[in-house]
DNA sequence: ATAACAATTCGATAATTATAGAAATGTAAA
DNA sequence: TTTACATTTCTATAATTATCGAATTGTTAT
């Protein structure tokens, strides 16, 4: 993993708001059966009260970074967190 | 760990040259033995190739995030990796 | 004390970006 | 095929920041 990519993810989340939104992904991913309608971003723009073009442009930054999976599901879009690139990005923070 | 505080260390690893230079003390903290007057601004402005102030404003971000512990030196600065706020940081990242 | 070197602060600038409102696009239901 | 709702794109703006040159401060050796 280069500099590169993990300056990028880190970029990614070092938005308090993003970051937020990251988490909320996270969550939603944790406690709903896939077939909830969870986490697209009219849901998280209620919870986390920022406007929808922000949403929107903070998903696309997240799924830029290879942070999360975004997929539209009817009106809505579903977005899951991308395990394996956060696993990434937690060993390139493995000094020792 | 706060939001806050999580962003902020992700912040100052989001900085591609930043990220260099808190690698590059790493490094130097590995190999030298701490006698040796390894890691500081000096040495890393001549192996990056970036200018002594904007090495000096880098490091005062990895040293806000509590990335990093500096310490004066002589006319030196060392500096060392803080592995217990990194370890916070990459614990921080553990999502299940 | 002064010269030499290391690091920081100051001041300025160019680039990036978080945000929102307005307009546009996509999708489904009536 | 309208209507309604969800999301994105466009446009603009305010705020942040990476960077550097110049000046300053701190430290050591002469």
Redesign the interface.
């Known amino acids: 993993m280069d ?2 990519k ?3 993810m ?2 990614a ?4 708001n993003r ?2 939104i990251f988490m909320e992904i ?1 969550k939603s991913n944790q406690q709903a059966n896939f077939e909830d309608e969870e986490c697209f971003v009219y849901d998280v723009m209620q919870r986390l009260n920022i406007g929808a073009p922000t949403i929107s442009h903070h998903l696309k930054e997240l799924s830029n970074a290879d942070l999360i999976i975004t997929e539209r599901r009817g009106k809505h879009i579903v977005a899951r ?1 991308n ?1 394996e690139t ?2 990434h ?2 060993d390139a ?4």
Chains 1, 2 share one sequence.
């Open positions: 500099t590169k993990i300056t990028k880190m970029k989340l070092s938005n308090p970051f937020e996270y967190v395990e956060v696993s990005l937690r923070l493995i000094l020792d």
